[in-house]
């Protein structure tokens, strides 16, 4: 076929030529195999702990990144004061708060096996990591401001229903006004039941992407008739 003159242009001998190298997937491929070893090693660690302290554990997998942003959707980044953390394991629900835009000098997280603790420092450098009692705020925790959140992975239905609630209530009075206590539970039922007057109780669905299927439990203390704005 006869191209119509004009149609093709003089090759200029002295511009540069360069290439383009074909588009490679291998770094992307290297950090997903990374994530996916990690994973694996995260799940072992799990099963360890589980095996020498299935009550306080109360998991033999970590969290799913699923579940753990679903608990950190409930966190406001914008409202003032510390973040609290409760039996961060691993880290999936402390990347997932630092996701949500919490600064990593805000979050404490406290977790009470010693390795979980020191492979989480390892992790999250400027992340205040505290080796203690979760039950036991006081002790761990010291005095805060009032707290924008507290997002808690501890295994509740192992512990009886007076410490559930002691715990909660702690947590309650350290939250600022209106912030919340956030808790999975794998139960069809919350860990503690609402008291009216006291705090309320609302729920998220279900997860299912989490092995077990679990839903996330928000905790908010109630607003005291007197100290709601005149009509």
């Known amino acids: 076929m006869m191209l119509p003159y004009g149609s093709l242009k003089p090759v200029e001998w002295n511009q540069p030529v360069t290439f383009s190298p074909p588009h490679s997937s291998r770094p992307r491929a290297t950090a997903e195999r990374q994530s996916f070893l990690s994973g694996i090693m995260d799940g072992g660690r799990f099963l360890r ?11 033999i997998v970590p969290s799913s990144p699923h579940l753990a942003e679903a608990m950190a959707g409930f966190i406001d980044p914008d409202r003032d004061g510390p973040v609290v953390e409760l039996g961060p394991g691993t880290g999936v629900v402390t990347k997932a708060i630092l996701n949500q835009g ?26 205040s990591i505290v080796r203690g009692d979760a039950y036991d705020l006081a002790a761990s925790l010291g005095q805060q401001p009032p707290l924008a959140a507290v997002v808690s992975s501890l ?77």
Do not use: H
């Open 49 to 59: 702990q589980w095996a020498g302290n299935p009550l306080g554990i109360g998991a």
């Open 155 to 231: 295994p509740l239905f192992t512990s009886p229903p007076a410490k559930r609630r002691a715990l909660i209530i702690d947590a309650l009075d350290r939250l600022a006004p209106g912030a919340p206590f956030i808790q999975f539970s794998y139960a069809l039922v919350a860990p503690v039941k609402e008291e009216r007057g006291l705090f309320t109780v609302s729920t998220s669905g279900w997860i299912w992407n989490n092995m077990p299927p679990a839903r996330v439990w928000i905790y908010r203390k109630s607003v005291s008739p007197l100290a709601k704005e005149p009509a």
């Open 102 to 127: 919490v600064a990593a000098d805000r979050l404490t997280s406290i977790e009470y096996c010693e390795d979980f603790a020191r492979l989480l420092r390892t992790r999250f450098k400027d992340v």
